[in-house]
């Protein structure tokens, strides 16, 4: 991946002027507007497809294209090419504005840029950055300087302003019979900033305090920290009984969490006395509550057998942004006790209380038939009741096993057929564990969920067209009306047969996506939708055995689905 900058100033010449009063068809001309300066870049480095490909010197024409807050489009303004500099004007003033820019190659929309919850002041000139990427192809990202050492198990984290934390990772496999360990967590940290396309190390390359995988990550808005929680120092891969890879109490990581300070770019770990109050977790769910308070939950070991891990993983962590410097995980009477134990469950925002506070969904991770429980934040601050109350019906009881590994996506809200109000969720993928034994996914384990909280029910619906179960996948949602499915193993060790899907939510089906075929096929991925729409994503495995040897660079790239041109 290279860099291409190009100084873009937009202005335009009036049209429409007379739209109100004529009635020609034309979009009514607000009565504020302004011009904006864009310094535009490019990623140039396309992975698989057209290598190298420069957009400044493909495209032969822009369109900008505004929409308010609410995704009503305001003006669609074309632009022809003269040279580098391209000239627009009268972009709409206001508030909340996404603010898309199509590079056209003849009459194709072929790079795509685009900034959300954009400000635009009547008679000032805005400027801002914007990076253009390809459409239904994949863009590298390659660091600023040095090399990129590849990982299975990252985290990446969305900050403010539309950028991304990367840190950690398993960089080494090691076969013995019929065991492979996973070991070698790393200690790195990268920056990803889509507005400019730049990939870095935070300053005077700071590393976490520890090394870690499988660990996870969230974002603290007030304090402007990132909260990084959990993982594990190794895990083992069985390529004769099958499952996922496992691991114990012994391999979590020592040092159970810490603080990334984004003001410093520096990574702070916590006293031992803290330590007390955060369990070792690998790949635990993170609930962010009112005022950055985070409730840590599941991430025990799958399935738990033993009574002691069991009474320790029922339990979730409190961690409390107040207590000293950079917040701590701190001693909870009640310790926020769930109905059952949590292993690689999914979790995903449900909505509000009727205190303001927050409602999660936590689906499956449980071999003892509670499939999902919802957590309710109470108006005292970082307390809250999980209720496993909620009867889960329809299609996903019929396969054998609780449901381990599973993406869930928001869809939506609405009625459903008996006009209760719902929200609905996407559950897709997962492995199945009966309580004895483990069943490599299936196709089948693709839901619409419908959550009917007056009710109690959730009402599982199967979704056909999968084509392949798989685990250790991402799905990212794109926009209004798409999810992406990215990689994954169909198999314990082995790639997914298809490399991406998109979910219509409308239509309720899965396609194939345009330009998909290139993506490095990759499981154990980080992933996450940008702040321009498009997907990123970071390392992964086509299978465990690819850290064997000497290391390789990650794959890091982004992927804009066509969907997305508007």
Excluded at 112 to 119: E, L, P
Aim: charged share 20%; net charge neutral.
């Amino acid at each position: 991946m290279s860099l291409t900058r190009s100084k873009l100033t937009l202005s335009l010449r009036a049209a429409c002027l007379l739209a109100a009063v004529l009635l020609t068809g034309c979009a009514v001309e607000p009565a504020e507007t302004a011009p904006i300066a864009l310094s535009v870049k490019a990623l140039t480095g396309t992975c698989g497809g057209n290598a190298g490909a420069n957009p400044f010197t493909e495209i032969g024409s822009y369109e900008l294209v505004v929409h308010d807050s609410d995704g009503t489009q305001l003006r669609r303004l074309p632009a022809s090419k003269s040279g580098s500099a391209l000239t627009i004007a009268d972009v709409p003033a206001g508030s909340g504005l996404t603010i898309s820019l199509l590079g056209k190659v003849g009459s194709a929309s072929k790079w795509f840029a685009r900034r959300s919850g954009q400000k635009i002041v009547k008679n000032t000139t805005t400027t801002f950055d914007m990076t253009m990427m390809s459409v239904e192809s994949f863009t590298c990202v390659a660091p600023s300087a040095g090399q990129i050492v590849n990982v299975l198990f990252p985290a990446v984290t969305p900050l403010a302003g539309g950028k991304v934390l990367i840190t950690g990772g398993f960089t080494t496999a090691k076969t013995t019979g019929d065991k492979i360990e996973l070991s070698g967590p790393s200690d790195m940290a990268w920056i990803f900033d889509p507005n400019s396309g730049e990939l870095r190390e935070p300053k005077d390359n700071a590393r976490l305090a520890k090394p870690r995988a499988a660990h996870s990550a969230i974002f603290l808005p007030k304090s402007n920290r990132v909260l990084i929680v959990g993982g594990a120092e190794k895990m083992t891969v069985d390529t004769k009984a099958g499952g996922p890879p496992t691991w114990r109490v012994s391999d979590g990581v020592g040092i159970t969490y810490e603080v990334f300070d984004i003001a410093t770019e520096t990574f702070v770990a916590p006293d031992a006395k803290s330590l007390n109050f955060a369990v070792k977790r690998a790949f635990p769910n993170l609930m962010p509550l009112s005022d950055d308070y985070v409730v840590s939950l599941g991430g025990g070991l799958w399935p738990a057998k033993s009574t002691s891990d069991k009474t320790t993983y029922m339990h979730s962590n409190l961690y409390d942004p107040t207590d000293g410097d950079q917040g701590a995980f701190v001693k909870v009477g009640a310790a926020l006790p769930l109905n059952t134990v949590r292993s690689g469950a999914s979790i995903a925002f449900l909505g509000t209380t009727n205190d303001g506070g927050s409602k999660y969904l936590i689906w499956g991770g449980d071999s003892e038939g509670i499939h999902a429980e919802v957590f309710a934040e109470s108006a005292m601050a970082g307390d809250g009741i999980f209720d496993a109350g909620f009867k889960v019906e329809g299609d996903i009881t019929s396969i054998k096993g609780g449901l381990y590994f599973a993406t869930l996506t928001p869809i939506g809200s609405g009625k459903n057929a008996d006009g209760d109000a719902v929200v609905r969720f996407l559950s897709v993928g997962g492995a199945r564990h009966d309580g004895s034994n483990w069943a490599a996914p299936r196709k089948e384990d693709a839901y619409i969920l419908e959550v009917n909280e007056a009710k109690k029910r959730i009402k599982t619906t199967r979704v056909g067209g999968l084509d392949a179960g798989i685990y250790l996948h991402a799905a990212n949602r794109t926009d209004d009306g798409h999810v992406l499915i990215s990689g994954g193993f169909s198999d314990w060790n082995k790639p997914a047969t298809f490399t991406m899907k998109v979910f219509d939510i409308a239509a309720g089906t899965f396609s194939t996506p345009t330009g998909s075929d290139a993506f490095i096929r990759r499981g154990g991925h980080g992933s996450l939708t940008l702040n321009n729409d498009c997907v990123f994503g970071f390392g992964g495995v086509t299978t465990f055995k690819d850290l064997e040897g000497a290391a390789q660079q990650a794959p890091s790239d982004v992927y804009c689905p066509g969907h997305l041109l508007p």
